[in-house]
């Protein structure tokens, strides 16, 4: 009898520690799923985000320098078509905020994830914006300055004034292409 027990007992072992095994080996897949889990939803969000911030600028320089109406012949108008332009600004200066808010909160996800190369893409993303920006309010002031000053009064004037200050399209195209550098390291990084 003390056989079947010793045999017993042995079986008993070796299922325990088969037990154990499988239970190591599941905990350590289920850890392996999460983590892959968290980094696909750092990723997607990161991509959207980029992309809504990258829309969120490209529309912002999209009427960068006409200021509704085009038309101003007296100073009056041209005091309402600003102060129109200051509306459509602010309202594209919060979508650009927003979009921002929501690519740095996981930009500092993304670093325990994969380090800090996706935080240095997102500043030379940001840097590239800043530029545009600058630029259009510049060129902003410089066509309601000449618009002032030389007391253009036809709709003919302005146009030729606003034609020769086209902004530059070398600007967007930089900012276009870190948006894709960023695009390019998290595409990979959306796969399950």
């Not at 969120?56 to 102060?83: C, K, R, W």
């Not at 930009?107 to 530029?131: N, P, V």
């Not at 066509?143 to 030389?150: F, G, R, Y």
Request: glycine share 2%; net charge negative.
């Amino acid at each position: 009898m003390s056989v079947i027990v010793d045999i017993a007992i042995i079986l008993s072992s070796i299922a325990t520690m088969t037990i154990a095994v499988c239970a190591v080996m599941g905990l350590s897949a289920w850890k392996k799923q999460h983590s892959g889990k968290t980094k696909y939803d750092v990723a997607t969000r990161l991509l959207a985000s980029i992309r809504k911030y990258r829309d969120a600028v490209n529309h912002y320089t999209m009427d960068p320098l006409l200021v509704p109406p085009v038309f101003a012949p007296n100073l009056g108008e041209l005091s309402i078509s600003l102060q129109a332009r200051a509306i459509l600004d602010k309202e594209d200066n919060d979508r650009m905020e927003s979009a921002y808010q929501e690519i740095y909160d996981d930009i500092l996800k993304s670093e325990d994830l994969w380090g800090d190369e996706m935080r240095i893409i997102f500043l030379d993303i940001t840097l590239e914006a800043r530029q545009i920006k600058t630029k259009i309010t510049i060129q902003r002031c410089e066509v309601a300055k000449k618009i002032v000053d030389e007391k253009l009064t036809t709709k003919q004037e302005v146009e030729q004034v606003l034609e020769k200050m086209k902004l530059d399209e070398a600007v967007t195209e930089k900012f276009n292409a870190k948006v894709k550098e960023a695009e390019d390291y998290l595409k990979p990084k959306t796969r399950l």
